[in-house]
Every structure is written in C-alpha cells, then in structure tokens.
C-alpha cells in the first residue's frame, strides 16, 4: 500500500492597479477577472507558462478494482470532465462535470477514487470561512452511480457535517468482498480526534469502527478491512503515540508515545502479512531512518528489516491482497527501490527495460494484482502514464500528462555537493539551460519550501520553466531539510536566518567559484519557507542578489508565532523555529519585514489572500516595509487563494510574473549590483 502525493495549483486571479506614487507597480485585488494566456508556445517557440502549470491532460487516474476501467478527470475552458473509458480502448465517456465559478465559491476536484467496479467517488473541495476570518479549504464527497447515472453528496446525513472540513480522509477505498463500502477518518466538533466508519455508499450511513480518541489523527486498515491501528499526536504535536490490536474483537493498546524532539521512539508504517506483527519506521541507534518489525503480542520492537547507510528511508510498498511487504524507497541523488519481493524485483527490471531513462512507478493494481497503472517521468520528462500486464510483461501507453512538453525541449538535472562553511556536506541538483554555451550562466538559488522537507531529482516544472528561459537554477537541501538522516535534520532547528541561511550562501559562493554562476546575474525565488529564505538573502546578503522573489513566504517571523489564531502550536513551533519572546531578538533579528531597508535589490511578492498556513498579512507587512524604504517592490495578491495555487489561471500569470521579473533583471545588460560594486564573500555574521 502508498500513498502518492499530487500538487494542483488554483485560479482566481485580479487585474492589476500600478500605484505611481511608489518605485514599483503593487497589484491589488479586483472583481474584475484578467485573462492569460493558454497559448502552449511564445513567438520564440518555447513553452509557456501555460504549458508547465495549466491542468494536465488527465488527472487523477484510477483503475477500477476489476482492472478493466480508467477514470479520470480532464479540465477544458473552466470545466472539470469527470469520465470513464475501457483500458483497452479508447471510447471516453463523460459521466459528470463541475464548471468553474467566478466567485467566492469557486470549486475544484481533490480527488478521485472508485467504490467497487461501478462507482466513482469524487472529492470537491470548496472555500471555507473559518472563524478567524480565514478561507480554508474543505471537501465534500460525491459518488457518481455509473449504471444509473445518479450523483449523491455521501455526507448529506452525517453528524456535524455542516461544520466538519475535510470529508475525503479515506483509509480504504477497497474492501474484499464488500464493494458497497469505504473506511473513512471522521472528526466531528464534539470530539477531540477522530473514528473509524465503515460507510455506505448507497446511503451513507454510518457504522463506527474504532471510536475517537484524543489526539487521533489517522486509522489505518490491514488488506481485510480491519481498522487495528491508529495514529495520533499531542495538541501540540510534539507527543506522537500510536494505538494497536491483534484483532478487531481485542482492545486498543498503545504501544508508543514518545516526544519526537527528544527521545527515540518509531512511527507505524505498514501491517505485515504476519497478523502478530506491524512494520514501523526509526533511527533506532543510528542516525537513519530504516524499517523494523514490531511483535503486537511480545510488545517489543524487532530486528532491523532494512536500512540506507546514506539516506532516510520515506517510503513502503505492500501488497493489497495479503500484505506481504515489495518493496521499500529511499533517495539518494535519485530514488531507489530496494526490493523484497523477487517477483516483483523481476517486473520492475522489465518495465525499467521497456522505459529507459525515465523512473517508473506502479502506482495502483487491480484486486486480483494481475494489472497495474504505471506512472513514468524524470528530470526532463513529464508524467506518461502506461497499462501493465504482468503476466505478459507488456505495457500499453495512456496518455502523456502534458502532451505540448518534449523531452528534447528539457534541461537535465544533475546532482551536486558542496561543503558549507562548517563541513557540513550539503547536497543539490543543479539544472543548466540545454544547450547554453560554457561559462557562467545568469543563475537562480530555489529553496525548497517545509523546511521539514527535500528537494528530489525528477519532475519540476518551476525549474524546467525558469531553464526555459535562459536560468542555471540551483536547488539545495540545506540543514534541516529530510532525507539525509536525524542530525541533519535538526541542524536546521531554530537557525531561520542563522545556519540554515548560511547554507544558501555558501551555495551561491560555490556557484559563482565553481564557475557555473555569473556574481552579476544572480537571483534567488522560493514558496512558503523558501519564500522566507529569498527575502533573508536579500536582507542578510544583499550584495550576493539581484533580484529576489517570494511566493507565500514568511516575512516576520515573530507575528507569525504571536498569531495564535494560525499557530497555537508553541511546543511544535519552539524547538525548530524558536520561542516568541526568549528568542524575540533573534527572531526580530531574522524577520526580513523589520530589515527591508537593508535590501539593495528589486523585489516580487506573491500571495493568496485566503491563505491559511501563512497569512496575506505577512506579504503585507513586507510590502509596506519595502514601500516606506524607497525600494523596488512588484507584488501580487490573489484573491481567494490559499497556499499554493488551485485555479491554474493564477498559476500561469504568476509564473509569467515570474519569468518576466528575471528576464528583466537578470538578462540584460551586465550590471553591478545595487550598490555599484561587485558581490564580496559573506561574513557569516547575522543580520
């Protein structure tokens, strides 16, 4: 069983309104909607925007249980296409649409998956107003009866369903022998996590499989449909426990809980075909993340099933028949299977024969196992998705996901290392325009957003887009960023601004001596925490940039923990970010919005309005501070969006934004910087 992860970007973008009284131009909201261009190819017969970040062709694939039917979702003109075709064939039948509002309101498709072999169920996903004022996001389930033809909302009934958010947890679309069911996570307002429910598809009753318990945050369901284990946390998120039973007549024990800052514990990963035994994931006395068994019975962690000398392990695969465990992935410079299944060790080998130089992934099976979906993509290859049949080793092609992006068109992405300033080996990948010519390229530093997280070698489109207009672009997987194991994961703990910003430095001086960027032609662009990293480049290294852009970053750090309407975590937020006021002087030292003045070069800002995680007033606060200290500023607020883009017609004008900001600033004419003089090494010292 795995769980892959989509990202969709939205839409609902306002015309521009270019305040003279100021240096730069600042977009305000209007009802008025622009247009942008859905053209796949400029005048100069490169991609567009619109062809890296519109919707793809299809999204949300599924095959149905017997393996003999696709469903999926195809967007056109505002309009989301809900359809089913045989896998076999070709004839595509439409089955239900959502048309794209132009207003408050406005819907999209979350997800897709089927309820035995003649039911689709579709998530929508809607504006909600919180309490504070905020549009969050919340999600209602519909199912579409192909051989009536009827649509029903399945929550209609539900307790609190008026009030609950999201309505799409499921845990298990697939249930043996019983196709009129899904397992589904339930949070109600009078409880304080979640339950377990069996629900109906026909009616959408209810029937409680394991009751909510404090702090529950994730049921998990063996291949028979067997809700045994729960997941869960403190209030505050830093307390993790996990819940277990043999069997559903035994009762919930808890097996684990521990802080995740400051002891060892493990996590559930995956159920074992053995019913007395569970995978779970932990460093146990080593730095790396591996897999071990856990005895339900003896209440004792096991042996060591496998672990990566170099690298996290983040992710499993077990068969949905009977459990038994395939495979396990981790990521080095590229991600890596290491299987225990020979079987299907043998088939991946056959696919990866049939699709060379791409990385190829089942991503869902029939019931039976005998048919698969397969998703293939790289660095310079855009999701093409095949039909694979096992016992003939064959594969048919479906559909490419973005038809209009050619392979040959791409840049290669290649992993690199430096060594930051105190020996700590930082790891990369770096994407040089295909075909520029040798020496130092204008360049662009993307840190990646979390922090907790990575950048990968594979698919982006913001890197290939920016490669497309003439960019080296550097992505790096600073201290604090996953992957790399458990102490560099916490060198990045409270160091925003401090070592973690170091990290960016050194990589630009590593470029600039390694001869791959020109000092004069450097930028540097991030989403969310990368947004932060952006903006405190510009602040703490102003000599380094030249221009800087921020999407739904941070700009102070201190009104970001004080707003205790969004981060009412103190215990998760203090020991990576750091403590509102023991570390105030910190914290204000590294708020870029308290230091705009000492930022040389132009600025674009981006953000939605309705954003729930960080909040429009942090790109506010930036731009007045940037407006009152003379600079350069470009901004941009979407109306109605959150974090991240779900209308992809603000995803397209925001990275033609983007690119033409660059283009501006960093491919014309050599310059120097601000300032008048050439970029000198960074001090180390803080701001």
């Not at 919340?138 to 009934?157: A, F, I, P």
């Not at 991600?335 to 299944?341: E, K, L, M, R, V």
């Not at 604090?480 to 050194?506: P, V």
Request: glycine fraction near 8%; proline fraction near 6%; hydrophobic fraction near 40%.
């Amino acid at each position: 069983m795995r769980a892959s992860v989509g990202r969709r970007f939205a839409v609902l973008l306002l015309a521009a309104l270019c305040l003279g009284a100021i240096s730069g131009c600042r977009t305000e909201v209007r009802a008025a909607r622009q247009q942008v261009s859905t053209a796949a190819f400029d005048e100069q017969h490169r991609p567009t925007a619109a062809a890296f970040f519109r919707s793809p062709l299809v999204s949300h694939p599924a095959l149905s249980p017997d393996g003999k039917t696709l469903a999926g979702i195809v967007e056109h003109g505002g309009t989301e296409l809900v359809f089913v075709r045989p896998v076999a064939g070709r004839d595509i039948k439409p089955v239900g649409k959502l048309q794209r509002t132009e207003y408050r309101g406005s819907k999209s498709i979350r997800a897709l998956g089927w309820g035995g072999d003649q039911r689709i169920i579709v998530s929508l996903e809607s504006p909600q107003l919180m309490a504070v004022g905020v549009r969050a996001r919340q999600t209602r389930l519909m199912v579409v009866d192909l051989q009536s033809g009827r649509v029903n909302y399945l929550g209609k009934n539900w307790p609190f369903q008026a009030y609950s958010q999201y309505q799409d947890d499921v845990i298990a679309w697939r249930l043996p022998d019983d196709p009129d069911h899904i397992l589904l996570d339930w949070w109600q307002p009078d409880q304080n996590g979640v339950s377990a429910r069996r629900v109906n598809l026909d009616n959408g009753s209810m029937e409680t499989e394991a009751h909510a318990q404090l702090g529950m945050i994730r049921w998990h369901a063996n291949h028979l449909g067997q809700v045994l284990v729960g997941s869960g946390a403190s209030r505050t998120g830093t307390q993790l426990f996990t819940v277990a039973r043999v069997s559903p007549s035994d009762r919930f024990e808890e097996i684990v809980r521990f802080d995740s800052y400051r002891e060892p514990g493990f996590e559930f990963a995956a159920f074992s075909e053995n019913p007395q035994h569970i995978y779970v994931w932990s460093s146990g006395d080593g730095d790396r993340l591996g897999l071990y068994t856990y005895d339900l019975v003896r209440h004792a962690v096991g042996p060591l099933v496998y672990a990566h000398p170099e690298a996290d392990l983040d992710g499993i695969w077990t068969s949905e028949r009977d459990d038994h465990l395939i495979a396990v992935h981790y990521t080095t410079d590229r991600p890596h299977w290491h299987f225990f299944d020979q079987a299907m060790e043998r088939e991946q080998a056959a696919i990866d024969a049939a699709l060379p130089g791409t990385w190829n992934e089942i991503v869902e099976m029939d019931r039976d196992e005998h048919v698969a979906l397969v998703v293939a993509s790289s660095d310079v290859v855009a999701p093409r998705y095949f039909f694979f049949e096992r016992a003939k080793h064959t594969l048919h092609p479906l559909f490419d996901a973005y038809p209009d992006l050619h392979a040959d068109a791409m840049s290669p992405m290649q992993p690199i290392s430096f060594q930051a300033r105190d020996g700590l080996k930082i790891h990369g990948y770096l994407t040089r325009p295909r075909n520029a010519p040798p020496g130092p390229l204008p360049t662009i530093i993307h840190p990646h957003g979390g922090p907790t997280t990575r950048d990968v070698w594979g698919w982006d489109p913001e890197v290939q887009f920016l490669a497309s207009r003439g960019f080296a672009v550097l992505q790096l997987n600073f201290r604090g960023s996953t992957g790399y194991g458990a102490h560099h994961r916490a060198a990045g703990y409270r160091q925003w601004g401090l070592a973690m910003q170091d990290d960016i430095t050194d990589a630009a001086q590593w470029l600039v001596a390694q001869g791959i960027a020109d000092p004069q032609r450097l930028g540097i662009y991030g989403a969310s925490y990368g947004g932060y990293a952006a903006l405190m480049a510009l602040v703490k290294t102003p000599e380094l940039f030249q221009a800087g852009a921020s999407l739904a970053g941070v700009s102070d750090i201190i009104e970001l923990l004080d707003n205790l309407d969004f981060y009412a975590f103190s215990d998760f937020n203090t020991p990576r970010v750091g403590d509102s006021w023991k570390d105030r002087d910190q914290l204000a030292a590294v708020s870029p919005a308290r230091h705009a003045d000492r930022i040389r070069a132009p600025v674009l800002i981006a953000h939605g309005t309705q954003d729930p995680i960080v909040h429009v007033n942090q790109a506010n606060r930036m731009i007045d501070a940037l407006e009152k200290s003379g600079h350069e500023v470009e901004s941009v607020l979407y109306a109605d969006e959150v974090h991240g883009f779900i209308d992809e017609r603000n995803a397209i004008d925001f990275y033609t934004k983007l690119a033409s900001f660059f283009e501006r600033h960093l491919l014309g004419p050599r310059t120097q910087t601000a300032s008048g003089a050439a970029p000198q090494p960074d001090t180390g010292t803080s701001p």
